[in-house]
């Protein structure tokens, strides 16, 4: 059967309307079962190179119970997802990535972490245009994403693995970096471990706040959290999370959605500002007073 990612010619970005389109296709393919399914990509014009990170787990999920084909796919969007190693997953040949922008679309098991770990270190952290940090903030920033990993592993139930994806967009001045499981997501998690009964967005809210925790927390807590969020916002990036049918966006000011249709896990994203000259260090490496000079 054919599936069309899109109905009409457009865009899928790293935005409401980005995972709108993702959860509607996902929605669509739910009930299939021991199909062959053709995803018809004609109608995208552009992806966010990240993006792969969620759409892949939603293939995945969906490859469960079916066979999966990438189809109709415009020479941009192919030129992208077949430089970052996307589409090498479905048959297709990968391309160098010859200006190195891309973070490298990854599917990592449970048990995974080291190997996430070097990953975020040689993928990630070394990419052209990231803000310069003293080393014990760059250690702090790697352990920050590396709880991503492991809290969603911890909380999220997943047995499916962890799908993670980046790209350096050079003239957007933005480095982006995803991080998506497919797990019982964080408003089943505060059900379960705490019994709040909080809507999707609600408890994505619930879960960034403060010290709220069901354990560990369910995205990275306490000082890994609060470097995080803090060089984030010192750095005018963007943090958002869309979990079930909750969206939520740190940026200059917090937003919250809901989905029409629920996404089948949690994913997370970090978005930096490259185009920030400023230099980042710990207390303890620049002075008493501030945290980030």
């Given at each position: 059967?054919?599936?069309?990612?899109?109905?009409?010619?457009?865009?899928?970005?790293?935005?409401?309307?980005?995972?709108?389109?993702?959860?509607?296709?996902?929605?669509?393919?739910?009930?299939?079962?021991?199909?062959?399914?053709?995803?018809?990509?004609?109608?995208?014009?552009?992806?966010?190179?990240?993006?792969?990170?969620?759409?892949?787990?939603?293939?995945?999920?969906?490859?469960?119970?079916?066979?999966?084909?990438?189809?109709?796919?415009?020479?941009?969007?192919?030129?992208?997802?077949?430089?970052?190693?996307?589409?090498?997953?479905?048959?297709?040949?990968?391309?160098?990535?010859?200006?190195?922008?891309?973070?490298?679309?990854?599917?990592?098991?449970?048990?995974?972490?080291?190997?996430?770990?070097?990953?975020?270190?040689?993928?990630?952290?070394?990419?052209?245009?990231?803000?310069?940090?003293?080393?014990?903030?760059?250690?702090?920033?790697?352990?920050?994403?590396?709880?991503?990993?492991?809290?969603?592993?911890?909380?999220?139930?997943?047995?499916?693995?962890?799908?993670?994806?980046g790209q350096f967009f050079p003239f957007r001045k933005r480095l982006d970096f995803s991080i998506s499981d497919l797990g019982i997501g964080i408003c089943?998690?505060?059900?379960?471990?705490?019994?709040?009964?909080?809507?999707?967005?609600?408890?994505?809210?619930?879960?960034?706040?403060?010290?709220?925790?069901?354990?560990?927390?369910?995205?990275?807590?306490?000082?890994?959290?609060?470097?995080?969020?803090?060089?984030?916002?010192?750095?005018?990036?963007?943090?958002?999370i869309v979990s079930d049918r909750g969206f939520w966006e740190l940026s200059d000011r917090e937003e919250t959605s809901?989905?029409?249709?629920?996404?089948?896990?949690?994913?997370?994203?970090?978005?930096?500002?490259?185009?920030?000259?400023?230099?980042?260090?710990?207390?303890?490496?620049?002075?008493?007073?501030?945290?980030?000079?």
């Amino acid at each position: 059967m054919n599936i069309n990612l899109l109905d009409n010619k457009g865009d899928i970005k790293c935005d409401y309307q980005g995972f709108s389109c993702l959860v509607e296709f996902y929605d669509r393919c739910n009930n299939c079962m021991f199909e062959e399914i053709e995803v018809d990509m004609g109608n995208v014009q552009w992806l966010d190179a990240h993006m792969c990170s969620p759409f892949g787990a939603i293939l995945y999920q969906t490859s469960v119970a079916n066979f999966i084909k990438i189809t109709n796919i415009n020479k941009k969007v192919g030129d992208i997802l077949s430089k970052n190693g996307f589409l090498s997953s479905y048959g297709w040949m990968k391309n160098p990535d010859t200006f190195q922008t891309t973070v490298e679309y990854k599917r990592f098991d449970t048990k995974d972490i080291r190997y996430f770990n070097d990953y975020v270190i040689s993928d990630l952290v070394t990419k052209k245009g990231l803000p310069r940090m003293l080393p014990k903030l760059r250690k702090k920033f790697v352990e920050s994403i590396c709880e991503i990993f492991d809290n969603a592993i911890i909380h999220s139930q997943t047995r499916l693995g962890i799908f993670s994806c980046g790209q350096f967009f050079p003239f957007r001045k933005r480095l982006d970096f995803s991080i998506s499981d497919l797990g019982i997501g964080i408003c089943q998690n505060i059900k379960q471990k705490l019994d709040l009964d909080l809507s999707p967005e609600k408890a994505i809210q619930w879960a960034v706040e403060g010290n709220n925790t069901t354990k560990a927390g369910y995205i990275p807590g306490g000082s890994g959290l609060k470097i995080l969020r803090e060089f984030i916002t010192m750095n005018k990036g963007k943090i958002q999370i869309v979990s079930d049918r909750g969206f939520w966006e740190l940026s200059d000011r917090e937003e919250t959605s809901i989905l029409k249709n629920p996404f089948p896990g949690t994913v997370v994203t970090i978005e930096i500002n490259t185009a920030d000259k400023s230099k980042y260090g710990l207390t303890s490496e620049i002075n008493p007073e501030n945290v980030f000079n």
